[in-house]
């Protein structure tokens, strides 16, 4: 059989999982209770065909919002195709750090670190990726909230169904018009924003469905909008999604064609009202979907179908790792090695609010690490192009949000800027919470934007947002409020 590349990318993403060690992985706990998990990478294949995992994520959970930390030193949301992103960020840092230090001749780099290649450009003062290369994200399962809904609904359980109906509190509501919806609260209404699922009596994530979130990378790209100010979007090509099993009384073609379809809708089919609107170089784009059938060795099925029937079921593992094969081994002859994130942070680092994660109990891909790492390669950027951006202390808020910024811009048009959210289906009492509303912005002048009054009501409207409390922090680790 020929070895297509969807099955290459799905195969070299779970060998890497497999080389890695047993420490944060699922595990069969004391009580005969086996977890499972999901699993996520970024990979990039060269014109040559060669596949290459670059950021590797696994986990099922995120922070409730009452455990948001304002200093940018932990991870929200842990979900494996959040992790695999955040990384793969980490990843174009890295190659923008490696391109500079190229330009200047400095050879230590390429002496250390001989087979590291670089991937990356820069043309008119933008990082881009090379002519040719391409980006897939990979998924265990299909992605938490509005691409799964069809999926869920056929196989969900009728007493988890009547959990979730009992939650809503206004079952007449519309929730696709009247903005977001938490969790799997009113689960069969499609193309509607959710946040993630969690237990409906626990305690509220804000943290978006991982659906509305690589819905909105086809729009405004997977750099994320630090790097958006030094690369150009990064949009992914393809993404392949295994775990897709076919309930009993449906033909397993049709139903593949079926979740594809629904895929497609809701990564990028739903967004096509603004895709003439976007301000270039951003576009709507349109990420190939496929789904694969090798199985994960720690998903939920397998488990379930390589355990005796007696055996109780599984529960979701607490712990997340995130892989970067790519990042500088401390010690050389060990190699790179996974962070295993508990509670948004590195394990065995417990952390408390109102006080910065001491810098071994941060994730190397939470905003604080990433902002300094911004921070350098801009200064690097500067050596190389006499100096375009200013290297003055910002917060991480400032940076994302310099003047005139296309990626700002886009990012209006697809979700609209904060306010009160006022129509949160299952969030009514937490009322500190905002969401997005109307397209406009009074960093952008209508004069120059005329098409403003055209603009319909954006896709996005409800989209859940911590604010720039949470964003106001610096490289060095203050707060920077009051401003
Ligand atoms: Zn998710």
Known sequence: MVETLHDDIVKSTHSLYASL????????????????????SISIVDPSGRVIPMSLGTGVKCLPYTKLSEFGDTLHDCH?????????????????????????????????????????????????????????????????????????????????????????????????QEGVSRGRSGYTSISTLRTKPGRPDSIPSISMSCSDKIASWSVLGVQGGLLANIFDPVYLHGIIVGGVDTPSDMDEGSWHAMIKKEMERSVWGRLGNISDLLPGPYILHRPAIHLSSIPFEHSKTVMMATLPSEIPEPSPSPLSISHLPFMPPKNPKKGPKPEIIA?????????????????????????????GQYESVITEVNEITNGQFTTEEKTYFERK????????????????????????????????????????????????MSRDLDIPL???????????????FTASGSLRRNE
């Open 80 to 176: 494996a195709e959040i992790l695999a992103r955040r990384g793969f960020v980490r990843w174009l840092l890295r190659q923008s750090h490696l391109y500079t230090r190229h330009q200047v001749g400095d050879t230590a780099i390429a002496i250390a670190r001989e087979e590291e290649e670089v991937y990356v450009e820069l043309a008119r003062g933008k990082f881009r990726l090379k002519e040719g290369l391409q980006i897939w994200l990979y998924i265990s399962t299909l992605p938490c909230g509005d691409a799964s809904t069809l999926y869920t609904s056929a196989h969900q359980k009728s007493e988890e169904a009547s959990q979730w109906h009992e939650a809503d509190n206004n079952p007449s509501a519309k929730p696709g």
């Open 21 to 40: 060690p047993a420490h944060g992985k699922p595990v069969v706990r004391s009580n005969g209770i086996p977890e499972w998990t999901i699993l996520a």
């Open 343 to 371: 509670d948004g942070g590195v394990l065995g680092h417990p952390w408390k609010q109102g006080v910065t994660i001491k810098e071994k109990g941060r994730s190397r891909i939470c905003k604080l690490v990433l902002l």
């Open 458 to 472: 954006p896709p996005f409207k409800g989209w859940l947002v911590a604010g720039r409390q949470f964003e106001s």
């Open 401 to 448: 949000h310099p003047t005139g910024s296309d990626y700002q811009l886009a990012k209006t048009i697809l979700r609209g800027v904060p306010g009160k959210g006022t129509s949160i289906k299952g969030l009514e009492q937490f009322d500190d919470i905002l969401s997005t509303g109307i397209a406009k912005h009074e960093e952008f002048d209508p004069h120059e």
